[in-house]
């Protein structure tokens, strides 16, 4: 009677854990749950971007952090992208740790699980849709030219024709000096013929040379608005032109390329972009780090056009 009872308490147990056993993703197999266990949400950007992020000198890491010694905590960074990193890591509730590889391989995908996520101002374009995935974008923003204060035959887009630019190298205003960009939703005009193309790893070694003297070594520079507002306010001797290049949608990006499932990640994180559009806080973050609201754009993206997704 004992053993008879016994076995039905074991059978019992069995029926109430199966399904559970199902439904429960291994932390093996899938990206969210990994995050989760591990308690921080590792995210890659870069320390020189401002106003979108930037390192601060002699930060220590904060007291007690999940991160690892060679991680940046969230105290250690500033900026538009940042902020919003770090609000997608309290709304997993994880810990925001802070990576900043080069830029060639943060676009390149196969990152081999060292880092999570992307938060770099990505704009989204099918190239990059072979190896990334793409969440709602949090802004967006046109791409502008800078031409040094001395400049006096530079006013439109297209007196950039033949001139020696620098961008940054594999970003999509360098596809479009190459005339082969292609953009969700975006029908491209090609202004600029016969550039002399100066790539740089990212903005602020091109912004130096531009600023050694108009023509010295580069005519131009080709960068975000912010990026371009930011030189300007910090003193550098530029002025923009009145018109844009082109318009991105900047939004955050997870390897394709990776032996752990990343949907359910992918998808926690454009809802929680999502829910950040509509009470407001993306707005608020852009018009305290950039100034003004290049947010509303974004908000309206319908992503399942991108159809991303098998």
Not at 26 to 40: C, Q
Not at 105 to 130: C, K, P, Y
């Amino acid at each position: 009677m004992k053993f008879f009872i016994l076995a039905m308490l074991l059978a019992s147990l069995l029926i109430a854990c199966g399904p559970a056993a199902v439904t429960s993703a291994p932390v093996s197999d899938d990206k969210l749950a990994e995050i989760l266990a591990r308690g921080t949400l590792v995210i890659a950007t870069d320390e020189d971007y401002a106003p979108q992020s930037k390192l601060i000198e002699s930060s220590a890491p904060a007291a007690g952090t999940k991160c690892a010694p060679t991680q940046y905590t969230a105290n250690q960074f500033t900026g538009f992208d940042v902020a919003t990193a770090v609000t997608i890591a309290d709304e997993l509730g994880v810990e925001a740790c802070f990576v900043t590889p080069p830029w060639s391989q943060l676009i390149a995908g196969n990152w081999q699980n060292n880092w999570d996520v992307h938060v770099g101002s990505v704009a989204i374009t099918f190239a990059r849709m072979e190896s990334l995935y793409f969440s709602q974008p949090y802004y967006a923003t046109p791409t502008v030219a800078l031409v040094h204060v001395d400049n006096t035959s530079i006013e439109k887009i297209e007196d950039l024709s033949g001139k020696r630019i620098g961008v940054c190298a594999g970003c999509n205003i360098e596809a479009y000096l190459n005339m082969d960009l292609k953009m969700p939703g975006q029908e491209i005009q090609y202004r600029i013929q016969n550039a002399k193309i100066s790539a740089y790893e990212n903005e602020p070694p091109a912004l130096d040379d531009l600023a050694q003297g108009d023509g010295v070594i580069l005519d131009s520079v080709l960068t975000l608005l912010p990026v371009a507002r930011s030189a300007i306010e910090s003193g550098k001797p530029f002025r923009m032109l009145d018109e844009p290049i082109i318009f991105a949608y900047a939004a955050i990006t997870l390897d394709r390329i990776n032996n752990r499932s990343p949907e359910r990640l992918l998808a926690e994180i454009t809802r929680i972009v999502q829910e950040m559009h509509s009470d407001g806080r993306l707005k608020n973050m852009s018009m305290q780090y950039i100034g003004i609201d290049l947010t509303q754009e974004a908000a309206a993206f319908d992503l399942s056009k991108i159809e991303q997704l098998p």
